[in-house]
């Protein structure tokens, strides 16, 4: 009940189109969902974050949509560029900052 | 503004010994969490550290302890070290306030090897 289902586990995609990384969850007390960006050799740098009050939010290129009723949430990257080739996790707290779970990650590959 | 830094940022043990991983929070943060990744994992949640104490522990056994010190820098200590014990240990701080804050800011993480 503890876990983050991430799916794919890898994902190519030319340049300027849209990747898209999908999460599930069972534990129905989580309540922050944020999404973290991993280059080789770096830790995780926090991406976009939702709450589950809300069904969708946008930053830049970057958007979570989260469907409480499914217990699904997932990343659309638009206009994907090679520089957003990276890892990405999914993650859920169930105290809003205290012990996150993480997804098994996607590594993103974006073909120039 | 400063960010979070580990140490040391490579490190190889061989299986039984004891190692000790440091971290400094970024500036102004008053929590300090803990996780191991695995290779080609996600991280996992050890422990996390506010005010000193311990304030929420993860699936790992005893052996892997803390401290938070007064200037919110943080140890990890691991006893007994195990071969799966080999992985990328990361630090997060982040800023606890009432009704709580959610991000976490990484450093780039230890890379210990268990031989």
């Known amino acids: 009940q503890q876990q983050v289902k991430q799916s794919p586990q890898s994902l190519i995609v030319q340049k300027g189109g849209i990747s898209i990384i999908n999460c599930a969850y069972e534990?129905?007390?989580?309540?922050?969902f944020p999404w973290y960006q991993q280059f080789p050799g770096k830790g995780p740098a926090l991406l976009i974050a939702?709450?589950?009050?809300?069904s969708e939010k946008k930053e830049g290129r970057f958007t979570i949509s989260f469907n409480k009723s499914a217990k699904q949430f997932s990343l659309h990257i638009m206009d994907s560029q090679p520089g957003d080739s990276a890892t990405y996790f999914c993650?859920?707290?169930?105290?809003?900052?205290?012990?996150?779970?993480f997804g098994p990650g996607t590594r993103l590959s974006v073909l120039p | 503004e400063t960010g979070v830094t580990q140490s040391p940022t490579h490190l190889i043990k061989t299986r039984g010994q004891q190692v000790t991983l440091r971290c400094s929070s970024q500036?102004?943060?008053?929590?300090v969490s803990w996780y191991q990744q695995a290779l080609g994992q996600g991280p996992q949640f050890i422990f996390q550290?506010?005010?000193?104490?311990?304030?929420g522990r993860g699936n790992f056994p005893p052996r892997f302890s803390g401290l938070q010190f007064p200037n919110y820098s943080s140890e990890l200590n691991v006893n007994a070290l195990e071969l799966d014990d080999s992985a990328l240990y990361l630090c997060?701080?982040?800023?606890?306030?009432?009704?709580?804050?959610?991000?976490?800011?990484f450093g780039e993480g230890s890379r210990l090897t268990v031989l």
């Open positions: 997060a701080s982040s800023l606890v306030l009432a009704g709580g804050t959610g991000e976490l800011f």
């Open positions: 534990n129905t007390a989580f309540d922050y």
């Open positions: 939702i709450r589950p009050d809300v």
């Open positions: 993650a859920a707290s169930p105290n809003y900052g205290q012990n996150f779970v």
């Open positions: 500036s102004g943060h008053n929590t």
């Open positions: 550290y506010y005010r000193e104490e311990e304030n």
